[in-house]
C-alpha cells in the first residue's frame, strides 16, 4: 500500500502558509520554555527531595512556589501551537493522534492528576512534611508520561510508511516505538527540561534575593549547576538523536540544507556558551543566549520535520482560500497587542500590590 | 473517509464526547458567571463593610481557582482532543475556517488566567479598587472566550449564509448565535448561584451561611426568567426544518426536551428551598443535590442541541460520519468502500465481506451507533432483522426519517454492511430466501345451473374489487378492514334485453352470513357492503376467495328468477412482517399477528411522536383513516395531514428501492406469485404484464399520491418527494393523483377498444370517481364494464390460485367458458339472437384473442 495514498487532503487555509509558521514558531517557542521549567523543575525538586529525604530544601520551596503557574501556561501556551500545527499540518497529525487514540486522550486525565497534585503541593506545602516527595511524584511522573506520549504523536506522524499497522490494529493503541529516534529525543526534550528548569529556578531565586538573600546565591548557583549539566549531557543525546535520524534527513540537516546546518551550527555554538557563561555565574546572560539556543533549536526542528514530509508534502502545497481572513489576522494582531497590554497592566497592579504589602 | 476510523465498539456512538464535553460545558459556564459572582460579593463586602463576606469571598475563590483551572480548563483541552480523534474531517473544517476565532480566543484564556491567579493571589492585599478592576478583567476576559466559542459552535448548529459564501462573519454571527449567546449569559450567571451553594452551605456561623445561601439562591433565581425567554428565543430562531426536526420529529429529543421543562421548575423551587432556614447538615446534601441537578439540567439542553444537528456534525455541510453533504451521491454511484482512503477491502467477495462489511459499519454506523455500548446501541437495534428488512433500513434511511444520513455506498457496500451486521455481530446466518407458500387447493366449484333454452333471466355478480386486502389485527389497529362491495344487474332476456329495475328482490349468501342487495339509483344496480369479510374457514385454513352465492326473486311471488356464483375477495398476505418482524398469523402463510402490529404501532408513534401503541394497549385501537383521510371509505381523515396512500407509499417507497418494478408492490400487497394469495391473477397477469404496468413504480406511484399534496401545502409531502427519484419519468411529467379516485384506464391502452397500442397505462388517470373502470358502463350505458369483464385484477378470464377457474364462475355458468360475458360472438346468452351491432362497444364482435 502506497503511503502517500493513506495521507489524508488537506483543508485550505484562510491566509498565506508563512503567517501560521511565524505563529507556530512564535507560540511554539513561548510553550517550549514554560513547559521545559515546569517539568524541570518539578524534576529537580523530586531529585533534590529523593537525596534530602523529610527536608525541605529551598530549591523546593521555590519549585512549590511556582509549579502550579507553570503547568496553567504550559498548557495554556501549548494549545496556540497546536492550534497553528493542526492548521499546517492537520491531515499528518490528526491521523497520527487517532492511531495512537487512547494514548493521546489519557493526556487529558494526567494532565488533571498532574495538576490537581501541583495545587496540593502548593498549597500544602508545609502541613505536607515528608509526604511532600509522594506528593510530587504525582505531578513529575503523569508529565513524564504526558512527554512521551507527545514525543510519539509527533514522531508518528512524520511516518506515514508505517501507518498501515492501523489496519491490524484499528482500535486506537498504536504507538511509535520501532522508530530509532523516538527515544533519543524523548530524552533530547526531558534532559532539555530540567536544563531549562535549573535556570529557571536561578532566576526565580535571583527575583526573590531581597526576600532571602543569603541562601538565593546558593540557590542560584545550584540552579546553574543542573543547567550547566544537563546541557553537557544535551550535547550526547543531541548527537545520539541526529546518528538516529534516517539517512536523507541527516544529510539535509548536516549540509543538504545551508540553513538547517547553519542554525545546527548556531545552536551547539549556543549551547556550548551558555555552559560557559553559566560557569562563570552569569545569570541573565545565560538566559539570554540560551533563549536564543532554544528559538534556533526549535527553527532545526521545524525544518527537520518538513525534511521528514518531503515526500509526501510542503506546507508550501497548501491552498489558500476563496475567502481569505486577512482582516482577521489584523484583528488577532490588534488584540494580542490589547490582551498584553492588560496583562502589563494587571502584573503592575499585582507587583505593586506585594510591595505594598512588604 | 478521508481519515482512519478509532474502532472503539462499546465506547463508540460518542460517548467520549458526551461525557467529556457535558462536563466541561457546566464547569465552563460556571467560571463565567462565577467571575461575576466573584466580583460582586466582593462589591458586596466592602459596600456592608463586612469582613465575614469578604473572607468568604476569598475563600470562593480558591475553589472557584481549582475548579475552573484544574477541572475546566484541562476537560477544555479535551474536549478539543475528543473531537480530533472521533471527528478528525469536521474537526479540520472548522480550524481551517476559524482558526483566528480560536486564536482569539486563546488570547482571552491568557488573559483570564492572569487575571484569576493575581486575583486570587492578592486577594487582601491589593487596594479595593484596583482588586476589583482584576475582578472584572476576569470576568471580561471569561465573557468574551463564551462570545467566541458560541459563535463557532452555533455556526455547526446553524450555519446560515456561511453555506455559500463561505465568509467567517457570515458563519460567526449566525442565526442563532445572539440567542444562544443570551442562553449561556444566563445559564452562566444560574450556575454561580449553583456552585456558590456549595460553600456557602460550608460556612460555620448561621446567620452568615443563611444570608449568603440565600444570596447565592438570588443568583439561581433571578436570572431564570431570562432564561427561560433566551430558550424560547432560541428555538424560535431555529430554521423551520431543524425545528420541526428537534421539537416534532426526532425520536430520542423528545425525552431531552421533557427533561429540560420538567426540570425548570424543579430547579427553581429547589432554589427556593435553598433560601429557607435549614440546618448546614440538611443544606449541604441539598447544595451536592442541587448541583448535580444543574449538571442534568445544562446536560438535556446539549443533548438538545447535539443531538437536534444530528444527522449532521455541521448542519447541511458535513454529515455526523464526516462525510460531506456533496459527496454522498457520488459515493452512492461508485460507492464507499471503492473510494474511501482507510480501506483494506475495496473489492468484496465471500473471502472478506464481513471483513468489509466491518470497514463499512465503522465509517458509516460507528460515530453514532455503539456496538454493545449505551449510545444507540446497534445489537438491540437489529436483532430481529433479516437482510431483507436491513437492506430496506439502509435504503430508507436519511430519506424517510430526519434524524439519520441517507446511506453513502452502493449496493455492495450495503450487502458487505449487512453481511456485517447479522452474521459478524448478531451471529445469525444469511438465511435463503423462505419457500413459496401456495394455497390448500380446494375442489372445484361449480357454476350455478344455466338452461339457454328455458331461463329468462341472466343474474352477473362480480366483487367491487378483485384485490382486496384486509388487515385482521383490528384489535390493535384498522388500516383495512375485511369487506368488499358485491355488485349484480339482472338481465330479462330476449332480443332486446332489459335490466329488471323494480320488482325483484336480490340476496346473498356467503359462508355464514347472508343478507340482500339493494338496488341502487344507477343502471339497476344492486349492491351491498358485505362486512365483515373471513378469508378463514376454519382458524387455521386460509381461503381469500369465498364463494358468494346470489339468488334474483320476484318480489311479489318469492318465485326464483336467477342465481349464480362468484368470489368475493378478501385477501389478509399483507407483507409488513418482511421488515416489521413477526411471524404470520395464520397457516404460516398469511394474516398480520400481533407482534407485527405492535411493531409497525412502536415505529409509528416513534417517527410520528403518536401514542396509537399505548392506546392499542388500552383496548381502543385506532383507524389509520381516522388521521389520515381515505376516499375507499369516505373517511376525511385530518386535513392538514397527507391521504393514507400517499403517507404510506410516499413513506416507504425508499425502503423498497431494493426491489424493482412490481417486486416492491408484491413486498406489501399480496401479490407475490410465490405467495400463498397471488391477487392480480387475471388475463393481464397471463398476457405477461404486472402491477407496474399499470401503477408505475413504486416511486412513481409514490409521486403521483404526493403531488396534489404538495398543491395542497403539505410541509411533508415536500419532504418526502424531494427524496424520491424515478427511473422512467422525470418528476414534472408524472400527473397527480388521488388515491381510489383516479386510476389507470383500461382505454390507455386498448384505444377505442381494440388490442392494446402499448403495454403502459401508468400516467393517464380518468378524470374522477364515476369514470373509473370499476363505476363505469359501456356505451350503451346500460351495463356495468364489470359485469362483463369481471373486477380490475381479476379480468376473464383468471387463474385463481386454490382452484384455477374459481373466478369465473359466471361466465362459466352462462357461456361454458371462462371468457368475457359475451366472447366468441356469445350475443345471444343474453339476446337470445345474434346480433349484428356492436352496441356495448367497438370490437365486441368478435373471437376471443386470448385463449
Known amino acids: ?358 | 473517509m478521508n481519515y482512519p476510523v478509532w474502532q472503539l465498539d462499546t465506547a463508540g456512538g460518542g460517548l467520549l464526547i458526551a461525557a467529556i464535553a457535558v462536563f466541561h460545558v457546566y464547569i465552563s459556564h460556571f467560571a463565567v458567571g462565577g467571575g461575576l459572582f466573584l466580583v460582586v460579593t466582593e462589591m458586596k463586602g466592602y459596600r456592608e463593610k463586612s469582613a465575614a463576606i469578604l473572607d468568604y469571598t476569598h475563600r470562593h475563590a480558591k475553589f472557584f481557582l481549582l475548579t475552573s483551572m484544574v477541572l475546566g480548563g484541562m476537560t477544555g483541552v479535551g474536549i478539543w482532543f475528543t473531537i480530533s480523534l472521533l471527528t478528525p474531517a469536521a474537526t479540520s473544517t472548522l480550524i481551517h475556517n476559524f482558526v483566528f476565532g480560536w486564536a482569539i480566543e486563546w488570547l482571552f484564556f491568557v488573559g483570564e488566567i492572569v487575571a484569576l491567579f493575581i486575583y486570587y493571589y492578592t486577594f487582601g492585599r491589593m487596594n479595593r479598587r484596583d482588586h476589583l478592576r482584576v475582578g472584572w478583567l476576569y470576568f471580561l476576559f471569561a465573557w468574551l472566550s463564551l462570545f467566541v466559542i458560541n459563535g463557532i459552535i452555533g455556526c455547526m448548529l446553524t450555519p446560515g449564509k456561511w453555506l455559500t459564501s463561505q465568509n467567517f462573519w457570515d458563519g460567526f454571527f449566525n442565526p442563532t448565535f445572539w440567542p444562544a449567546l443570551a442562553l449561556r449569559t444566563t445559564l452562566a450567571l444560574m450556575l454561580a448561584g449553583l456552585f456558590g451553594f456549595v460553600t456557602a452551605t460550608t460556612l460555620k456561623e448561621d446567620g452568615l451561611r443563611e444570608r449568603m445561601v440565600r444570596y447565592c439562591a438570588l443568583w439561581l433565581l433571578a436570572p431564570f426568567a431570562f432564561f427561560l425567554a433566551s430558550a424560547y428565543w432560541y428555538a424560535a430562531a431555529l430554521p423551520q426544518p431543524l425545528y420541526a426536526h428537534i421539537f416534532q420529529r426526532a425520536p430520542e429529543l423528545a425525552a431531552y426536551v421533557r427533561t429540560f421543562l420538567t426540570l425548570s421548575p424543579i430547579l427553581f423551587a429547589g432554589g427556593l428551598l435553598m433560601a429557607i432556614r435549614l440546618p448546614g447538615r440538611v443544606k449541604k446534601p441539598l447544595a451536592a443535590a442541587m448541583l448535580l441537578l444543574g449538571l442534568v439540567y445544562m446536560g438535556s439542553f446539549e443533548f438538545i442541541r447535539e443531538g437536534g444537528r444530528r444527522p449532521y456534525i455541521i448542519y447541511d455541510h458535513t454529515y455526523s460520519t464526516s462525510i460531506a453533504k456533496a459527496d454522498v451521491a457520488r459515493l452512492q454511484e461508485e460507492g464507499f468502500l471503492n473510494t474511501a482512503r482507510w480501506i483494506k477491502n475495496r473489492k468484496v467477495d465471500d473471502t472478506n465481506r464481513l471483513a468489509a462489511g466491518r470497514e463499512v459499519y465503522n465509517n458509516l454506523c460507528l460515530p453514532c451507533h455503539s456496538i454493545g455500548g449505551p449510545m444507540h446501541d446497534i445489537l438491540p437495534l437489529t436483532a430481529h432483522d433479516t437482510p431483507l428488512s436491513l437492506d430496506a433500513k439502509l435504503r430508507g434511511m436519511g430519506r424517510a426519517d430526519t434524524y439519520m444520513p441517507p446511506f453513502a455506498g452502493n449496493d455492495d457496500d450495503r450487502a458487505a454492511l449487512t453481511a456485517f451486521i447479522l452474521q459478524g455481530l448478531q451471529h445469525r446466518p444469511l438465511e435463503p430466501p423462505a419457500a413459496p407458500a401456495a394455497l390448500t387447493p380446494v375442489a372445484a366449484e361449480a357454476p350455478s345451473p344455466f338452461d339457454a333454452a328455458t331461463d329468462g333471466y341472466v343474474l352477473l355478480a362480480w366483487a367491487e374489487f378483485g384485490l382486496n386486502e384486509a388487515t385482521d389485527a383490528d384489535h390493535l389497529f384498522g388500516l383495512l378492514p375485511a369487506a368488499n362491495r358485491l355488485n349484480a344487474q339482472l338481465i330479462r332476456r330476449g332480443e332486446t334485453p332489459e335490466l329488471v329495475r323494480d320488482g325483484v328482490a336480490l340476496a346473498f349468501t356467503i359462508g355464514d352470513q347472508s343478507g340482500t342487495l339493494p338496488p341502487t339509483d344507477s343502471e339497476a344496480l344492486y349492491s351491498t357492503q358485505v362486512t365483515p369479510l373471513s378469508p378463514y374457514p376454519t382458524p387455521d385454513t386460509y381461503q381469500p376467495y369465498p364463494v358468494v352465492t346470489v339468488e334474483a326473486r320476484d318480489k311479489a311471488t318469492n318465485q326464483l328468477l336467477a342465481t349464480t356464483k362468484t368470489v368475493l375477495p378478501v385477501i389478509t398476505e399483507l407483507g409488513c412482517k418482511n421488515c416489521h418482524g413477526g411471524p404470520w398469523r395464520v397457516a404460516g402463510q398469511t394474516g398480520l399477528s400481533d407482534v407485527t402490529a405492535r411493531n409497525i404501532l412502536a415505529a409509528h408513534d416513534r417517527l410520528s411522536r403518536t401514542d396509537l401503541l399505548a392506546r392499542a394497549k388500552a383496548g381502543k385501537p385506532a383507524a389509520c383513516r381516522e388521521c389520515h383521510a381515505d376516499p375507499r371509505f369516505t373517511a376525511p381523515g385530518d386535513p392538514a395531514r397527507l391521504n393514507l396512500s400517499a403517507a404510506i407509499h410516499g413513506f416507504h417507497a425508499p425502503y423498497t428501492e431494493g426491489h424493482a418494478g412490481a417486486a416492491a408492490c408484491h413486498l406489501c400487497h399480496g401479490t407475490d406469485p410465490q405467495g400463498a394469495s397471488r391477487a392480480f391473477r387475471g388475463i393481464h397477469h397471463a398476457a405477461g404484464l404486472d402491477c407496474s404496468n399499470c401503477h408505475g413504480t413504486m416511486a412513481d406511484n409514490a409521486i403521483s399520491l404526493l403531488q396534489p399534496e404538495v398543491e395542497a401545502g403539505k410541509t411533508e409531502a415536500v419532504r418526502l418527494l424531494g427524496h424520491l427519484t424515478t427511473a422512467t419519468t422525470s418528476p414534472d411529467e408524472i400527473r397527480p393523483r388521488r388515491p381510489w379516485l383516479n386510476e389507470p384506464d383500461c382505454l390507455t391502452c386498448h384505444q377505442a377498444f381494440g388490442p392494446p397500442e402499448t403495454d403502459s397505462a401508468f400516467n393517464a388517470w380518468n378524470e374522477e370517481e364515476a369514470t373509473l373502470y370499476r363505476n363505469r358502463s359501456d356505451e350503451s350505458g346500460i351495463l356495468r364494464c364489470a359485469a362483463c369483464h369481471n373486477s380490475a385484477h381479476a379480468l376473464y378470464p383468471a387463474e385463481n390460485p386454490s382452484q384455477a377457474q374459481r373466478d369465473n364462475l359466471v361466465p362459466r355458468q352462462y357461456q361454458n367458458s371462462p371468457y368475457p360475458m359475451g366472447a366468441d360472438r356469445g350475443c345471444p346468452v343474453c339476446h337470445i339472437e345474434p346480433m349484428d351491432t356492436e352496441m356495448h362497444h367497438a370490437n365486441s364482435l368478435r373471437m376471443m384473442r386470448n385463449r
Open chain 1, 1 to 358: 500500500m502506497d503511503p502517500a495514498t493513506l495521507v489524508p487532503t488537506p483543508d485550505t487555509i484562510p491566509v498565506a502558509w508563512g503567517w501560521f509558521q511565524f505563529l507556530l514558531m512564535l507560540t511554539f517557542v513561548l510553550h517550549l520554555l514554560v513547559m521545559n521549567a515546569m517539568l524541570g523543575s518539578g524534576i529537580i525538586a523530586l531529585a533534590t527531595h529523593l537525596t534530602h529525604p523529610g527536608g525541605s530544601p529551598a530549591i523546593c520551596r521555590l519549585t512549590a512556589g511556582k509549579l502550579t503557574y507553570l503547568i496553567a501556561f504550559a498548557v495554556n501556551f501549548g494549545v496556540a501551537p497546536l492550534l497553528f500545527l493542526q492548521v499546517l499540518y492537520g491531515q499528518f497529525l490528526y491521523t497520527s493522534s487517532v492511531l495512537m487514540a487512547w494514548h493521546w486522550l489519557a493526556v487529558v486525565g494526567l494532565l488533571i492528576l498532574a495538576y490537581a497534585s501541583a495545587y496540593v503541593y502548593s498549597h500544602n506545602y508545609k502541613p505536607l512534611g515528608s509526604g511532600r516527595c509522594g506528593v510530587l511524584w504525582l505531578v513529575v511522573a503523569p508529565l513524564l508520561l504526558i512527554g512521551f506520549i507527545f514525543s510519539n504523536n509527533m514522531t508518528l506522524m512524520l511516518h506515514p510508511e508505517t501507518w498501515r499497522h492501523y489496519f491490524d490494529h484499528p482500535t486506537g493503541t498504536l504507538l511509535n516505538l520501532s522508530d530509532p529516534i523516538l527515544i533519543p529525543g524523548y530524552l533530547h526534550a526531558v534532559v532539555a527540561s530540567v536544563a531549562i528548569g535549573g535556570l529557571f529556578l536561578a532566576l526565580v531565586a535571583r527575583f526573590q534575593r531581597h526576600d532571602n538573600t543569603r541562601n538565593a546565591e546558593k540557590q542560584i548557583a545550584t540552579g546553574l549547576r543542573w543547567f550547566s549539566i544537563a546541557t553537557l549531557v544535551q550535547l550526547w543525546i543531541g548527537a545520539w538523536l541526529l546518528g538516529a535520524q534516517p539517512d536523507p534527513v541527516r544529510a539535509f540537516l548536516l549540509g543538504g540544507s545551508p540553513l538547517a546546518a547553519t542554525l545546527l551550527a548556531l545552536s551547539v555554538v549556543g549551547g556550548l556558551t551558555a555552559v560557559g557563561l553559566a560557569f562563570s555565574h552569569k545569570l541573565l546572560p545565560t538566559v539570554g543566549v540560551t533563549v536564543l539556543t532554544v528559538v534556533l533549536m526549535a527553527l532545526v526542528r521545524d525544518l527537520m520535520r518538513r525534511a521528514y514530509l518531503a515526500p509526501y508534502f510542503s506546507p508550501a502545497d497548501l491552498s489558500v482560500a476563496q475567502q481569505t481572513q486577512y482582516g482577521l489576522l489584523a484583528l488577532f494582531f490588534v488584540l494580542l497587542l490589547a490582551t498584553l497590554a492588560t496583562i502589563i497592566y494587571m502584573l503592575r497592579l499585582a507587583a505593586v500590590a506585594n510591595r505594598e504589602v512588604r
